[in-house]
Nanobody, 123 residues
């Protein structure tokens, strides 16, 4: 079992920045990919970004491309999401996800999830 703990959410004005962190812990786990998803009130969970753990590949939703950057620290088992030029429509609960095996990284079918952190962008 992998435990994921997110941090870094908060309230920010439009145009501002936030950096989310997600630390993974557990006994003898491996990582294939980690991703960030978000869910706004009344909407379905949507993919934001993902990163492969042993490759340099990243992938982003079109809505956040060029504004958000996903990165990782393998030694700390931590994934980050740097969010710049935030917009009110970025308001959502952001959750990180972890998979030890091959999967479609844009899918919400990750086996392990964090509890989520609220990001609110005011206009």
């Amino acid at each position: 079992q992998v435990q994921l703990v997110e941090s870094g959410g908060g309230l920010v004005q439009a145009g501002g920045s936030l950096r989310l962190s997600c630390a993974a812990s557990g006994r003898s786990f491996s990582t294939y990919a980690m991703g960030w998803f978000r869910q706004a009130p009344g909407k379905e969970r949507e993919f934001v970004a993902a990163i492969w753990w042993t490759r340099s590949n990243t992938i982003y939703a079109d809505s956040v491309k060029d504004r958000f950057t996903i990165s990782r620290d393998n030694a700390k088992n931590t994934v980050y999401l740097q969010m710049n030029s935030l917009k009110p429509e970025d308001t959502a609960v952001y959750s990180c996800a972890h998979s030890p095996t091959t999967l479609i990284v844009t899918s919400s079918s990750y086996p392990n999830w964090g509890q989520g952190t609220q990001v609110t962008v005011s206009s």
